[in-house]
């Protein structure tokens, strides 16, 4: 089956450092990718559409400065969080949506990244 | 702005119960519903995936329908098991986009 993967799983940091996460798609390529963000006992909410070989697609009130999305290959999209402060620490959760042939599949995501910020 | 809703937020029950878990929507314009399971600080796993043209999809003992008119679903589970403790998701898609509005989820505790 398809798998997505996203690492890494669990990450500790200082305020005001830059985090980056990754997010694969390890057996089928993805021109689109997304990135969601879920707080405790909350929906998780898109943040934005990564877009192989074009800027990323952010959702209203998330800051693309602060969100920083490459999507430089069919296969890999990266969240990197500039300079981290408590209030991003979250549940961030990625997911991919298979290219042809397997287009009619949904969305397949990842297991997910723990941020906590101190 | 499409809203998703489940509820109760939680619920807990003995093994073998059959259970009804509800989603509702507000803009009954959608592409297609999912319900996905979430367990403990993992991601999402897909368990069905409803088109906006189906009422109703199975798989083993879960079966999902659609009534797309009243904006609701419903996730059936049958003889429910101690394995099937996790968060049920309900989202949905509309018309041209892959973006997905999700509901805050169900937290589903089946005791042994």
């Known amino acids: 089956g398809a798998v997505v993967s996203q690492h890494p799983s669990w990450v500790i940091c200082k305020s005001g450092t830059s985090v980056k996460i990754e997010c694969r798609s390890l057996d089928f390529q993805a021109t689109t990718m997304f990135w969601y963000r879920q707080f405790p006992k909350q929906s998780l909410m898109l943040m934005a559409t990564s877009n192989e070989g074009s800027k990323a697609t952010y959702e209203q009130g998330v800051e693309k400065d602060k969100f920083l999305i490459n999507h430089a290959s069919l296969t890999l999209s990266t969240l990197t969080v500039t300079s981290a402060h408590p209030e991003d620490s979250s549940f961030y959760i990625c997911?991919?949506?298979?290219?042809?042939?397997?287009?009619?599949?949904?969305?397949?995501f990842g297991d997910g990244t723990r941020l906590s910020i101190l | 702005k499409q809203e998703v809703t489940q509820i109760p937020a939680a619920l807990s029950v003995p093994e073998g119960e059959n259970l009804v878990l509800n989603c509702s929507f507000t803009?009954?314009?959608?592409?297609?519903l999912q319900w996905f399971r979430q367990d403990p600080g993992k991601g999402l796993t897909s368990l069905l995936l409803?088109?906006?043209?189906?009422r109703e999809q199975t798989s083993g003992r879960l079966n999902a329908s659609l009534d797309k008119s009243s904006g609701r679903s419903t996730l059936y589970i049958a003889a429910s098991q101690p394995g099937d403790s996790a968060t049920y998701l309900c989202a949905v898609t509309q018309g041209g986009s892959e973006k997905l509005v999700f509901g805050k989820g169900m937290k589903l505790t089946v005791n042994p």
């Open positions: 409803i088109q906006s043209s189906q």
């Open positions: 803009d009954s314009a959608i592409y297609n």
């Open positions: 997911s991919a949506k298979p290219d042809r042939p397997y287009s009619n599949q949904p969305q397949h």
